[in-house]
Every structure is written in structure tokens, then in C-alpha cells.
């Protein structure tokens, strides 16, 4: 069925923290970034090894940008973002091109921690300013829009909305992925064990041409298999303010390292 917007979804986003647009990409426009993306497997393993879990940003690759500047202005994905956001807030600055894809692993399955994007201990600019503004629906945002049938991404519903975790999260995020020394499919259970083993989680499943909007500081994971092909774009709807706020955490983050090299350097000379 074609997407419809309701305005349940607001509140949904708001109180969740994740909404999902249910086939709001045209069939046309999921053909032309099937297309332009046929070769991103390929080109992101030369690079990054076997096992990438990525390619960004996309301009970086040989990769044709017209669908995705098709993709960032889609009227009724712009119309949506801006009633769950606000109309100043823009997929990729406009064209996308900067945005990344989300692939399959070539060779063993795995999956990431759970983890919150951004803590307030991970060198940000203005600790006061990030406990203000981490809480704040319409700041930090991020999206995954599959290509390809994707059931990768978990959730834990409401987290965002508070900074401090429940017990049951640190011991369900702390716990063991898989041993490195197991085999394929021993792998593959437990990191799908270790996955569901996070209280109150969901996971998203999606088909190609959904969209799912989500704050990437409540608590999250990615559970990946080669066997399931996965091209997703990965990308957010900021605002101006948002950019200036990723440039300034950038900066502060150089300077955190270039201290912590300065002291090494220090104590290597005594
Ligand atoms: O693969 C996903 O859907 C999530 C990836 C993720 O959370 C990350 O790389 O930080
Ligand atoms: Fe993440």
C-alpha cells in the first residue's frame, strides 16, 4: 500500500524515538538506486576488507548521485520529515551525496555492541549544552532506508529519552558478542542471542523503499549476515544548527587527541 502520512507518527517518534514510513519509495526510484548502487559491495571491500560494514560518503565511491538527489527531494518523504521534524530540517544538505550505505558482510556473521551514538563522556563540545539537547526529539537524528528486505537494525523504544541506563542495559550491552575462533553459524546465534538478550527491544523490520527515522543516542545495534544481502542508506535530516554542532564536536574531539598524544609524548621523554 502507498504511504499515507498520520499524524500518530509525531507522536510515536516523540515518545519511541523511531518511526518507520512504510513503502514511501516509489518503485521507479528504488529500481535507479538499485542501479546506481550495484557495484557498493565491491567497492567498499577493496577498501575496507571483507567484512566492510559500509561505504561513506557515498561521493567518495564511483557511484552515480542523480537517485540519490531523486531520494533527498521526494516530496512525500520531505513532507513527512518535516511534520516529525520541521521544515528547516533537510535530507543530506539537499542532494544526499554525502550520505552512506549500510552492506552485508562478505564472509562471517557479526554484529556491533549495543550502543548510543553519542554520550555526553565522548568528548563533546558543551557537556550542559549535550544533556540539553540529547533529550531534545528534534536535534539528533538518523536514518536507514533499505533497498533490500532488512531486519539488521534493533531498537530499544523510549531510551533516547533518558541519559542514564537501566541495569539491565549495561549487563545486556557489556555481555559477550561471539569468540572470535567460532564458526559460521555458531556466530551467527550468538550474536543474534546477544542481540535479544537487551530488555525491551524491537526489531525493525523492513522491506525496500521503507524509510526509519530514529535518534541515534537511544540504545541501538546492528546484527549483520552475509547470506542477506543489505544495501541501506544511511543518512540524517539536519539543520543547520546540527551541522554547526557535528563541526564543533569534530574540533573538540582533535583537540581531545592532540592532548592525549601531547601527554604520551610527555611521559615517553621522562
Ligand atoms: O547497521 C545498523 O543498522 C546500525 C549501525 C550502527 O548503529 C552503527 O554503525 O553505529
Ligand atoms: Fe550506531
Not at 102 to 129: G, K, M, S
Not at 225 to 252: C, M, N, Q
Request: aromatic content about 10%; some cysteine; hydrophobic content about 35%.
Amino acid at each position: 500500500m502507498a504511504f499515507k502520512f498520520c499524524d500518530s507518527m509525531i507522536h510515536r517518534y516523540r515518545t519511541e524515538g523511531y518511526v518507520i514510513f512504510r513503502q514511501v519509495l516509489p518503485v521507479s526510484l528504488v529500481r535507479d538506486l538499485r542501479h546506481a548502487t550495484a557495484t557498493a559491495q565491491e567497492q567498499a571491500r577493496k577498501k575496507s576488507g571483507q567484512q566492510a560494514q559500509r561505504l561513506q560518503p557515498l561521493s567518495s565511491y564511483d557511484i552515480d548521485p542523480k537517485p540519490f538527489a531523486d531520494y533527498a527531494n521526494l516530496a512525500p518523504l520531505v513532507d513527512a520529515i518535516s511534520k516529525i521534524l520541521t521544515p528547516r530540517h533537510k535530507l543530506g544538505k539537499g542532494d544526499s551525496y554525502q550520505c552512506g550505505l549500510l552492506l552485508e558482510p562478505a564472509e562471517l556473521p557479526w554484529c556491533t555492541a549495543w550502543h548510543r551514538d553519542i554520550r555526553e563522556t565522548h568528548e563533546v563540545p558543551d557537556v550542559e549544552e549535550f544533556r540539553r539537547i540529547t533529550t531534545d526529539p528534534l536535534w539528533f537524528n538518523q536514518i536507514n532506508c533499505p533497498l533490500y528486505e532488512d531486519n539488521c537494525t534493533w531498537y530499544v523504544p523510549g531510551s533516547y529519552l533518558r541519559q542514564f541506563d537501566l541495569d539491565g542495559e549495561t549487563k545486556a550491552s557489556t555481555a559477550k558478542t561471539c569468540d572470535e575462533k567460532d564458526g559460521y553459524l555458531q556466530r551467527e546465534r550468538s550474536c543474534l542471542e546477544y542481540t535479544q538478550a537487551m530488555p525491551h527491544c524491537i526489531r525493525a523490520s523492513m522491506d525496500a523503499g521503507d524509510f526509519m527515522l530514529y535518534h541515534p543516542n537511544g540504545w541501538h545495534i546492528g546484527n549483520y549476515l552475509p547470506d542477506r544481502k543489505r544495501v541501506t542508506i544511511h543518512d540524517f535530516a539536519p539543520t543547520p544548527e546540527l551541522i554547526d554542532w557535528y563541526d564543533r564536536w569534530g574540533k573538540s574531539r582533535e583537540a581531545a587527541q592532540k592532548k592525549r598524544d601531547a601527554e604520551k609524548e610527555a611521559v615517553a621523554a621522562k
